[in-house]
């Protein structure tokens, strides 16, 4: 079983992956969430967590479904638990 802090980098990373795909400014993300750019980066870090609120709106930002993310999520949670450990 991963640790929650596996969970919150590996939806870290799969935000820096969607930015980079989309070529999405950061500053527009944090917009679309309601937060400051810096707390984008710190979720992309894995070191502030992404609210159940933001995640909604991230998959609305990014136009992807919720098992288009997940699925992501899940691909990047053996790096993200090498990562922590």
Known sequence: MYKQAAYNLAIGLTLEQLHAEQ????EKIADA???SELAVTR????SEPLSAGSLVLLLDVFAISW???I???KANLP????RIT
């Open 33 to 35: 969430l309601e937060i």
């Open 23 to 26: 070529r999405l400014p950061r």
């Open 79 to 82: 790096e993200a638990q090498k």
């Open 67 to 69: 098992d288009d993310f």
């Open 43 to 46: 979720i992309e870090h894995g």
């Open 71 to 73: 699925a992501r999520v």
